[in-house]
């Protein structure tokens, strides 16, 4: 029985062999495959790695030879015909590593690095801590770049964000620990790397920052500088003080944290002195000083190729860019008392969004912030061509009939500059004479969140207030960014991307970085547009931009002015450019007597009949024809500023923020009963 029992568990064809054995033969076939595959692909990856190094030993130049000759670059920025518009950097020599105090090393690589000593070149740990990161945020918010990935980078790819030249920038890095280690890859990284304000190379970043020699850096300027690395031009504290010693007081945590500095001396560090070097101020201002100064803080972060220049290709035009610049100051020095302490700022774009001109201030000497860009201010009623997109949108049209009369929603009650009410009037009227009430009515039918929507295709980005008051412009935006939308509509509604560099190349011919071209986005269809722009050329016919008005150029534009005259806008456009102007006191005190139709629209009119100089009419996009003057009456000639609602309204839904696909059904019979009703 025994002996059967034996041989009835027996498998069939091997007898005697137990079934432990048998069910043991796949496992151990499978870990065959596995060790031996392991072993096939580490093999391979040696293989293929083991040739791409001896590819870079013949393709690139030996990199300690760069640690004996490199030398910060110098930046030559360029405009559009090529004049050359500032020379940046000087013959700032490198640095050995061992000249340089230890806590400047151990600054970069706290906030950096801090791995840096003990991995391979690459920090799987922290790759591995970014990619978790990205997945919660579901899109980029971390890189797991090494110090020795970023001087591979640096140093020899493209500026692309490729799977291809990550995985070069991978072996890079392994090839760069082999041949230079890690005080060399220190040494070489550190007189390279970009620092913002147009230097390359830590000795020049010391000396533009501080006047004075790396070799001397204390302990907070150091973190200062290292805290640089992560936003060049955005933590600058040539721009951006505030900023560049919020980004020091973590860098200074970070060593703590690392034991690179004591407790001790963390409270020493943060509570030490810090005087910055003056700016490098010209003699005599030319007029350029803005334009340049906004395309190096838009400088891509490049020092590759072993070059000595860097020649920096912009879209800015030289001649418009200092007419622009004196017509500002001499428009706001004749304008008197009312504007004694006011700032202005313009941008000019042309169809492509390239910044042809931009101001920034008064004078670049008295301050260098750049309004243009970093000033947030309440737009009034040049916000509202988003809203009258988005009713025409939702169905009424540039003729309907509408009615200026007293309006109140939560106890808020907007008024007209003129204090009075016209009655019935078309829609082109109401935009071109920016009547509030009309303005409030036609959000309030139509939704808000169709005017958020629409602003966004616009290409505004900022936040947006989600109440009523938001038809006459009370969310703060940057001129910049408005122009760009108002841009938007020149091109007939294709949206545009403003840029200021088109090329970095080296002094060998070698390009960094160039504006790559991508097919036109369609934000609102171009009949739209073109309704929309007819009404907005009867604003500089007989609206409140009159004084806009361009001679033998078909133009469209809107004023803005906000409560008690704190901003003065006005922005507008022709078949050839678009500009903006902003007028306003830096601490957003009242203007006297200061509008959008006034100052903005006179600066706005100087500026383009400069740039217009030999071109040819060209008509609005999307209006075959110049509309004719409306025959409504005329509410008021003067530009009525925005009221602030008395007190806090219902906000809206969040969601309603999200531009929609498809906007929200709307019954046109009803919205049009609404309108014409008395």
Do not use: C
């Amino acid at each position: 029985m025994n002996g059967g029992a034996e041989h009835g568990s027996a498998v069939p064809g091997a007898p005697g062999e137990h079934p432990h054995a048998e069910r043991a033969r796949p496992r151990r076939w499978r870990l065959r495959l596995l060790v031996r595959g392991t072993v096939l692909v580490t093999t391979l990856a040696a293989i293929l790695i083991a040739t791409a190094f001896v590819r870079y030993t013949i393709r690139f130049p030996d990199p300690s030879s760069l640690r004996q000759r490199t030398q910060a670059p110098v930046v030559r920025v360029v405009a559009r015909d090529g004049a050359l518009l500032a020379e940046r950097g000087n013959a700032a020599r490198p640095v050995p590593l061992s000249e340089l105090p230890p806590h400047v090393i151990h600054a970069v690589v706290a906030i950096e690095d801090r791995r840096f000593f003990s991995h391979i070149g690459l920090d799987f740990r922290g790759l591995a801590r970014a990619m978790l990161a990205n997945l919660r945020a579901a899109r980029y918010a971390q890189g797991g770049s090494t110090l020795t990935q970023q001087l591979a980078k640096n140093l020899f790819l493209a500026s692309d964000r490729t799977m291809e030249r990550k995985l070069e920038e991978v072996v890079l890095a392994l090839w760069l620990e082999l041949r230079l280690g890690k005080p060399g890859i220190l040494e070489l990284y550190l007189n390279r790397v970009y620092f913002g304000a147009g230097v390359y190379g830590i000795e020049a970043a010391a000396q533009r920052y501080f006047a004075k020699s790396a070799r001397a850096l204390s302990v907070p300027e150091a973190a200062i500088i290292a805290g640089l690395l992560k936003a060049p031009s955005r933590l600058s504290p040539a721009s951006r003080p505030e900023m560049a010693a919020t980004r020091a007081v973590l860098v200074l945590a970070a060593m703590r944290e690392e034991g690179f500095i004591s407790e001790v001396g963390y409270q020493e560090a943060l509570h030490q002195q810090v005087t910055y070097a003056a700016s490098d101020t010209p003699r005599e201002e030319t007029g350029l000083e803005f334009a340049v100064d906004y395309v190096l803080d838009r400088l891509p972060p490049l020092a590759g190729h072993g070059q000595s220049a860097i020649t920096v290709e912009t879209t800015i035009d030289a001649d418009l860019q200092r007419h622009a610049q004196a017509t500002i100051a001499r428009r706001l020095a004749a304008a008197g008392t009312a504007a004694e302490n006011a700032e202005g700022a313009l941008v000019i774009l042309d169809p492509e969004g390239g910044v042809r001109a931009m101001v920034g201030g008064r004078a670049w000497s008295r301050s260098q912030f750049n309004r243009a860009v970093r000033a947030r201010r309440q737009p009034g009623s040049a916000f509202k061509p988003a809203l009258y997109l988005a009713a025409l949108e939702a169905g009424i049209t540039p003729d309907t009939i509408v009615h200026d009369r007293p309006i109140t929603i939560g106890g808020w009650s907007p008024r007209n500059d003129s204090g009075t009410h016209a009655g019935a009037m078309t829609v082109r009227h109401a935009l071109a004479h920016s009547v509030n009430t009309v303005a409030v009515t036609l959000q309030r039918e139509i939704g808000t969140e169709r005017v958020v929507a629409m602003a966004r295709r616009l290409g505004i980005t900022s936040t947006l207030r989600a109440d009523a008051s938001l038809a006459l412009g009370t969310s703060e935006v940057t001129l910049l960014e408005l122009t760009g939308a108002y841009g938007t509509l020149a091109t007939g509604g294709h949206n545009l991307s403003p840029h200021v560099i088109r090329r970095v190349r080296t002094d060998r011919g070698v390009v960094l970085h160039a504006r790559g071209k991508s097919a036109p986005t369609i934000a609102v269809p171009t009949p739209l547009v073109g309704k929309l722009n007819s009404m907005m050329h009867t604003t500089l016919v007989s609206g409140t931009g009159r004084r806009a008005a361009l001679p033998n150029h078909v133009a469209a534009g809107k004023t803005g002015t906000t409560q008690d005259n704190r901003d003065a806008w006005f922005v507008g456009f022709t078949g050839h450019l678009t500009g903006g102007v902003w007028i306003g006191n830096d601490d957003n005190s009242p203007m006297g007597g200061i509008s959008g139709s006034g100052l903005p629209a006179i600066i706005w009119r100087d500026v383009m009949m400069v740039a217009h100089r030999g071109l040819e009419l060209m008509p609005l996009a999307g209006v075959s024809d110049p509309p004719p003057v409306p025959e409504a009456p005329v509410a008021s000639t003067r530009e009525p500023a925005q009221t602030m609602p008395r007190r806090p309204l219902a906000p809206i839904d969040p969601a309603l923020f999200i531009t929609p696909k498809d906007p929200p059904a709307l019954d046109r019979r009803r919205l049009e009963a609404l309108l014409k009703s008395e």
